[in-house]
């Protein structure tokens, strides 16, 4: 098995003052090309740190992607440690500073000399072309292990991995076939109560059921081989009835984007007047390019689940669009909901700790919950049936 590994630099990322954001889209990425990750590390802007762990990992791994360091500053040091562990000089890629120049003159610039700095790799490296940035990446063969050095801005980091170093790769290594994954994400549901339910189903060899609780959701996640793909699907259909009415997507496109095309599929568009949710709702399904009505956000006014009903009703004429969610303020625990439809209106109330969770948390769970309203209406089920952990204390229909 191909051993892949990544190797994060900066002390901004080392000390938590930007998310690693790269290694996230950098380990999934790989996992769906057949390269799942074996090993991650951090490490700061200090020179003698990156040889030191250069050095261990050229002995361990086959394929390490170093990202960040790569820049015009005195903290970017990939390149001189890249240099100095592998015992070489540092050389003036002449067409990559050329490039360089090119770029500024292009946008009426005048390049700095620092800059110079970014051609700069080790003599028996290879230039990885990056064709956003000014920051050239390059690939190295230390001991066992081909590492390739990139930027850490992620918009060059992605493009030079799919397009320079994966046909790289795939020259260099026979890849494996990429392993099943297969996902239903749940709402409503405690990890533990999942867990203990989807514990004596027997899996596939090779195959692993695992949980990711990102609060308000759990993702069910069965991953194996390839070769497994047949007796992984064989046995997800006892996943699914397991998972039951909790379930509320399946696959990694996110309930949103799924909503938005069960909408535009029945030509109907949403109006959405919120509250306690303060505009997450809204944001989230215009981020899906959902086809949103005229929308608004209030400030926290009470109202009875039967107000804030019949508000929803007219809400929904008034923005001259068939369905519409409203979200009302939270009032001594208790919140309502209400949805308008062409075959009904509906209205919810449910109570929650206040001091369980913080503030974001809590708004993220109601949009999640008028969300599940939505999509259980588009399926044809009952918006006021069992949501697991969020109390559902009374419902009305108009």
Known sequence: MIKVEMLSTGDEVLHGQIIDTN??????YFFNQGLPMSRRNTVGDSLDDLIAVLKERSEQADILIVNGGLGPT??????????????VELVM??????????????????????????????ATSEMVDNPVGTACGFALQLNRCLMFFTPGVPSEFKVMVEQQIMPRLRERFVLPEPPVCLRLTTFGRSESELAQSLEPIPLPEGA???YRSSMPIIELKLTGPATQRAAMEAIWPEVQRVAGESTIFEGTEGLPAQLAQRLRDQSLNVAVSEQFTAGLLCLQLSSAQAP???????SARPETLMQITERAKAFALQAG??????????????????LHTPKGTYGLQVKF??????????????????????????NGQDVAAEHG????????EI
């Open 208 to 210: 692993v059921m695992g």
């Open 321 to 338: 669009s068939a369905v519409a969610l409203v979200v009302g303020c939270l009032d001594d625990e208790h919140l309502n909901f209400a």
């Open 292 to 298: 949103l009505g005229n929308s608004e956000v209030l």
């Open 23 to 28: 290694a996230a889209w950098l380990a999934d």
């Open 353 to 378: 700790s206040v001091t369980r969770h913080a503030l974001r948390i809590r708004q993220e769970v109601c949009a999640m919950m008028a969300l599940n309203m939505l999509r259980r209406w588009l």
């Open 93 to 122: 890629h002449q067409e990559w500073l050329a490039q360089m120049e090119r770029f500024f003159a292009e946008r009426g610039r005048e390049m700095a000399p620092s800059n110079r700095k970014q051609a700069l790799i080790p």
């Open 389 to 396: 952990w969020v109390n559902v204390v009374d419902s009305l």
């Open 74 to 87: 005195s903290d970017d040091l990939s390149a001189l440690a890249a240099a100095t562990a592998a015992g």
